[in-house]
């Protein structure tokens, strides 16, 4: 967990333009040169890079102010300042940016190397040969740069799948990531191993799927009990959801109310996603109580379900499952 930041707040400063400068020609048998000040450079943009490689913020952790570099001032010979340069920070995809002053998302980062501008640098400012003219042919006027932009942000991170694995805690859901997508994914016989999103890739011939296994939710999480909210956000960006409910249960009844607790806790923090469930997983089925019940039991007549065992399994089922992944 230590490693893991999906949140952090961060202040960025646009660079300053450089002043113009005031100057005149002074060159031997021209007694009477005209202007020739150059104008400042533009100060540097801060933009923001998603990058498929990182998966937290915790390479922001070191410095959390970010400063793109000054503009040059102009100078003599109608010489202009240098733009200053800018500055990339490079974040997950699926990271959203609020401006902290009124809590406004103003980007929202979700295509892989793509660059998004947050700040535009301070424009430079005149040098005297822009003031010349037919009354004036020797202006000593010239303008100063503009200042950067600086602003508080508050970056929060949705991981970004395909297809995202929901359940209660300790119901198996790393367990199944690694058996579909090689991933090593931390498990354990106690609750809340998985302390963050863990992703793998289910290839194809046709296309790579991004699979990612959310923290195990508790009933409450939608009013913040636990790390509620924290792992509730990241399913907000998966395409569709896998629930994966405990079959080592003594009655049908007990897999109804869990589908029930974690549908609830689903619909209260968005009913929007309840439409993106696919798949129902009874994982650990060799341990339940009523197995031959189970086979014709159906917790949802309009949702594909199949029966699973993480420790029996073979390698025709781990297909049969990988294939139900892909609807």
Known sequence: MNDYIDEIEITISSGNGGNGVTSFRREKFVPFGGPDGGNGGDGGNVLFQGSSNLDSFKDLTQTRFFKAQNGGNGKGSNKNGKKGNDIVIRVPLGTEIKDKENNKTIID?????????????????????????SKNQSPRKAT????????KLFLNLKTLSDIGIVGFPNVGKSSIINLITNSKAEIGDYAFTTLSPNLGVIKTIENDYLIADIPGIVEGASKGKGLGI???KHIERSGNLVIVLNGSCDKKEDLINEFRKLTKEIGLYSTRLLKKIKLIIINKSDLCL?????????????????????????????????????F
């Open 230 to 232: 924290k792992f509730l």
């Open 290 to 326: 009523f197995k031959d019940e189970l086979k014709n039991f159906r917790i949802d007549s309009n949702i594909n379900q199949i029966l699973f065992s993480c420790k029996n399994n073979k390698k025709e089922e781990v297909n049969f499952l990988k294939e139900n992944f892909l």
């Open 144 to 151: 100063n740069g503009k200042p950067g932009i600086k602003k």
């Open 109 to 133: 980062v979700i295509e892989n190397e793509k660059k998004y501008l947050a700040l535009s640098g301070g424009v430079g400012g005149k040098g005297n040969s822009n003031f010349k003219t």
